[in-house]
């Protein structure tokens, strides 16, 4: 079913062509370690409590869903399912299994890390979509050339357009995916120029 706010068949300008309130985002996302802020911290808490709606520890992927939809109350981020998928991913990665399931949900432990990526997932979802132009969700070669002033705004240098696009399509399908733009964007610390940070 599609989003209501979002009617099939009607064409959408993408989140990169969206005014994203970035004070907002990250004021609702209270990743500061605990010993930077324990207010943080016990919102945090909170918030896991609130995403755990049957209260067993664990987090699925729909609840995340919609815990980022009816706690966040944050749309532009519900609407981008990519980042929230990344971040889900990074976060189950990052703890060290307590259990048999513990590899296929984030715990609390992981919860802070996984606030964490979803910020910065995001961030990078919304350089993906400005130099998405078609709103295809990839990239594709000609896309890329056009983004290069953009991309050096965000911290790289693009020397040999050619080349960093292959470095980038790591498939070798001739285009550029979320998941490749993502791993790229981290490993070259790629910084949106109009974000809170």
């Known amino acids: 079913n599609p989003h209501p706010a979002h009617p099939p068949n009607v064409s959408m300008a993408g989140i990169g062509d969206q005014k994203i309130d970035w004070k907002a985002i990250h004021k609702k996302l209270p990743y500061q370690?605990?010993?930077?802020?324990?207010?943080?911290?016990?919102?945090?808490?909170?918030?896991?409590?609130?995403?755990?709606?049957?209260g067993n520890g664990y987090l699925s992927l729909a609840e995340v869903d919609k815990g980022i939809r009816d706690v966040l109350q944050l749309d532009k981020l519900f609407d981008c399912k990519p980042a929230i998928m990344r971040a889900f991913q990074a976060a189950k990665a990052k703890g060290k299994s307590k259990s048999k399931v513990s590899d296929d949900y984030i715990e609390k432990n992981e919860f802070r890390y996984f606030l964490w990526s979803l910020r910065q997932y995001f961030e990078y979802w919304v350089m993906?979509?400005?130099?998405?132009?078609?709103?295809?969700?990839?990239?594709?070669?000609?896309?890329?050339?056009k983004a290069i002033p953009m991309i050096e705004k965000w911290g790289v240098k693009v020397l040999d357009p050619a080349k960093a696009f292959r470095q980038i399509d790591r498939n070798g399908g001739g285009i550029i995916l979320f998941d490749e733009f993502a791993a790229w964007a981290i490993k070259k610390n790629l910084d949106l120029e109009d974000d809170d940070d």
Do not use: G, L, T, V
């Open 33 to 54: 370690r605990r010993k930077k802020s324990e207010e943080e911290y016990k919102a945090r808490m909170k918030m896991f409590s609130q995403f755990d709606p049957n």
């Open 128 to 145: 993906f979509d400005r130099a998405d132009k078609d709103d295809d969700r990839r990239i594709d070669y000609d896309e890329f050339k």
